[in-house]
């Protein structure tokens, strides 16, 4: 392999680093509550609200406008509220259910805004795998700089948010406000899927999120080494991804996608004889 292509993939790679950093972390939390398809719906919804600002005259078509990214979040925020509003363990509703039923509106809703455009087929491909290998480096920058406030944001309070995370009833108990909390939650968790959602697809910020903390969970229960080896799937299964796809022909995100997959069962397959062991 030539300097050339090395080049040519060290910004989509470094790009899949930055995404899975921060989204293994936020799988701990997810996983934890027991939301595992609330990224699934709030890229989805962030997708959707790019949609609509793509067909806005402003935009001019362009999907990387700052204006689509703008409503994008908007969408995303408008989904965290609801998403923290109706968590309660009185509920008679499971909010799972409201996840999912958001998906799948939102999905739908998507497919008829693209009805009324002339690429629709590329855009719904755009919007579940993504183009990593188109990003630039300013993109990857600018990423990995908003991810870090939303890290040091999360470090800061991370006792708070594990304790809500891991036992809600004790802290609502304690007189905490959950529902804000909980709202402080999924609008840093917005902030990062609709960021991801525009470089990677959907699926592929979906699998960042879950994949790696369902690995790590075969084989740790403390978050420090659980923390330790989605970090360390998310690396490799990201090289491997990005390489196998250059070498293949394929595209990057589906590759990186179905990796993971492969690797999940796997690292399941071994997980007795590592156990004996």
């Not at 959602?197 to 903390?213: D, E, N, R, W």
Request: proline share 4%; net charge neutral.
């Amino acid at each position: 392999m030539n300097w050339d292509i090395l080049s040519f993939l060290a910004a989509p790679f470094v790009a899949s680093l930055v995404i899975a950093g921060i989204h293994a972390y936020l799988g701990v939390h997810v996983v934890e509550r027991g939301v595992i398809f609330v990224d699934l719906s709030l890229a989805q919804i962030a997708a959707f609200g790019a949609t609509v600002a793509i067909l806005l005259p402003w935009s001019d078509g362009d999907p990387h406008s700052p204006s689509v990214y703008w409503v994008a979040l908007v969408f995303t925020f408008i989904g965290a509220a609801m998403f923290a509003t109706i968590r309660s363990r009185r509920a008679r509703i499971p909010q799972e259910a409201i996840i999912g039923i958001s998906y799948a509106v939102a999905s739908a809703a998507t497919i008829l805004a693209l009805s009324k455009s002339t690429s629709e087929g590329e855009h719904l491909k755009d919007m579940l795998v993504g183009n990593l290998l188109s990003v630039s480096w300013r993109e990857v920058w600018q990423t990995a700089a908003l991810y870090a406030v939303i890290g040091a944001f999360h470090f800061v309070y991370r006792k708070r948010f594990l304790a809500i995370s891991m036992n809600p009833e004790a802290v609502e108990a304690s007189g905490v406000n959950l529902r804000l909390w909980d709202f402080l939650f999924y609008v840093s968790f917005g902030f990062v899927v609709t960021r991801s959602v525009a470089m990677a697809g959907v699926l592929l910020v979906f699998c960042y999120l879950i994949v790696p903390s369902v690995a790590a969970m075969l084989y740790a229960e403390n978050i420090g080494p659980r923390l330790a080896i989605g970090w360390t799937m998310g690396t490799i299964v990201s090289a491997l991804g990005v390489w196998l796809s250059l070498q293949l022909d394929l595209p990057t995100g589906a590759t990186i996608v179905c990796t993971f997959g492969i690797v999940l069962a796997l690292m399941a397959a071994v997980r007795p004889a590592i156990k004996r062991a």
